[in-house]
Every structure is written in C-alpha cells, then in structure tokens.
C-alpha cells in the first residue's frame, strides 16, 4: 500500500495568515493527489484534485502542487470558515490511501 | 445536484454482518463509480472500496473477503455488507460518488453522503 504522510499533524494561525500543508507518498504517485477539507461532524468535501485543480466552487485562495511524491495544499489567505481538517489522498492505485490529516485551528 | 444518502442500522452486535445502503437522488446512478469510505471516532479516513454501475468492484484488501459491494440500478442505491464486524469496526460510514479527471484519467470523490454512525457492541 501506499503510505501518505501529512505533516504538521496540526497548526495554529490567524486570521488572514498563509498555510502550507504538506503530504509525502511513500513512492511516486504522479500527479494523482487529491485534497479534502472537512469540519466537525460533517463529510469531508473535494477540494483539488488530481494535485492542482481547483474543484468547482471553492474559493480560490486554495491552491495545490507538486507531483512525485511531495505536494503541497495552500490557502493564501485564511479565512474564519477554513478552520478545518484536511486531508490528501492518493487515487494512483489502490488500495486509495488517506493522510492522517492536519488540523487548522485558531491562534 | 445530486446528493446521497446513507441508511442502515447504528448498533450492530459483534460477529454479526455490517449493512448499509446508499441511495443517490437528483441523478442516475448509471456511468459512474460509487465508493464507501468510513472514519472511526477521532480517527483519519479509510477507503473501503467502490463499485461501478455495472457491478464490478474493486475492495481494500485489509479487509480481506469480509466486504461486498453491490448495486441496483432500479432502485438508483448500493449497498454495503461487511461481515464478522467487531469494536474496530464501529466508524462514520460515507458513500461517495468517483468524479474522472478527463486528462488523466484518475478519480476523486466529488459528492459525499452525510455518514452515518454504526456502533459494533453487544
């Protein structure tokens, strides 16, 4: 299987900040990384996929890349709704894996 | 817009079998590849499987022969059984819809249920 580790495990900021989330595969999975967002007791919710494009509906101050192994998720400007867990996932092969997730909460 | 349902029973005894439905609504459930994914309480996602229309599927192995996926098509719903459940099983169960990335070909999960909370205990 393939392994997907996030990293920070989770983070505080503010209001207006920039956040980086990482996610590493344990082997090269091209560009086949998908990123989802949810909050407390809902379901998770399509964010990008296949790396870097931007699913429809979501604002734009959420980016992705990379490709290989190492991607990254970036919300340009953090908004008071983004305060949330996320999670990458690989769909290169399955069985599908998940990241542990990263918490964004509030500094 | 469609939107998918989870429904079953929330307390099912150990050793005993596991089953959900998903009913898809505002949509046909033809074309497209239908998943089942869960969350243990606190805990990260797992990937269960997923079926397409037709009824081929493909399953995680670490769940070994106890997991079937099916389909019916009249109805618009698939469905879930997992077997000889115990206390690690009791997780939030989603279904969820594939979404195709047309260049490359790969999947997403685009729409998701709402989940529903199924307790394993005597």
């Known amino acids: 299987d393939i392994q997907m580790t996030q990293s920070p495990s989770s983070l505080s900021a503010s209001v207006g900040d920039r956040v980086t989330i990482t996610c590493r595969a344990s082997q090269s999975i091209s560009s086949y990384l998908n990123w989802y967002q949810q909050k407390p007791g809902k379901a998770p919710k399509l964010l990008i996929y296949t790396a870097s494009n931007l699913q429809s509906g979501v604002p734009s101050r959420f980016s992705g890349s990379g490709s290989g192994t190492d991607f990254t998720l970036t919300i340009s400007s953090l908004e008071p709704e983004d305060f949330a867990n996320y999670y990458c996932q690989q769909s290169h092969s399955t069985p599908w894996t998940f990241g542990q997730g990263t918490k964004v909460e509030i500094k | 817009q469609v939107q998918l349902q989870e429904s079953g029973p929330g307390l099912v005894k150990p050793s005993e079998t596991l089953s959900l439905t998903c009913t898809v609504s505002g949509g046909s459930i033809s074309s497209y590849y239908w998943s089942w994914i869960r969350q243990p309480p606190g805990k990260g996602l797992e990937w269960i499987g997923y079926i397409y229309y037709s009824g081929s599927t493909n399953t995680n192995p670490s769940l070994k022969s106890r997991v079937t996926i099916s389909v019916d098509t009249s109805k618009n719903q698939f469905s879930l059984r997992l077997s000889s459940v115990t206390a690690a099983d009791t997780a939030v169960y989603y279904c969820?819809?594939?979404?195709?990335?047309?260049?490359?070909?790969?999947?997403?999960?685009?729409?998701w249920g709402q989940g529903t909370l199924v307790t394993v205990s005597s």
């Open positions: 969820a819809r594939l979404e195709r990335e047309i260049q490359t070909g790969t999947y997403s999960l685009g729409y």
